[in-house]
């Protein structure tokens, strides 16, 4: 796979504990492998919102009943996160 050469603004502390982790492998390849990983998981992030999306669009449930639903459970994510 071809490679590209790019200028980055990055937490010193983070790119020294990167460096450090990376041991001989390397920043870039270390960084890299990082970057596919986030990459990845936001594809199957998209993904699974797409899917419950087509699962809500099929769904029976009143439009009220899922509109409470939604109230409700942002008052509990509300209140975990105090």
Do not use: C, N
Not at 9 to 17: D, F
Not at 31 to 43: F, G, H, N
Not at 58 to 74: I, N
């Amino acid at each position: 796979m071809a490679t590209q050469k790019v200028s980055v603004t990055l937490e010193a502390e983070a790119i020294e504990h990167a460096r450090q982790v990376a041991g001989p492998r390397g920043l870039s390849s270390y960084l890299d492998a990082a970057l596919s990983e986030k990459l990845d998981r936001d594809a199957r992030h998209r993904a699974f919102l797409e899917y419950l999306e087509e699962r809500e669009a099929a769904d029976p449930t009143p439009q009220h009943v899922r509109d409470r639903a939604t109230r409700r459970a942002a008052q509990l994510q509300d209140r975990s996160a105090q």
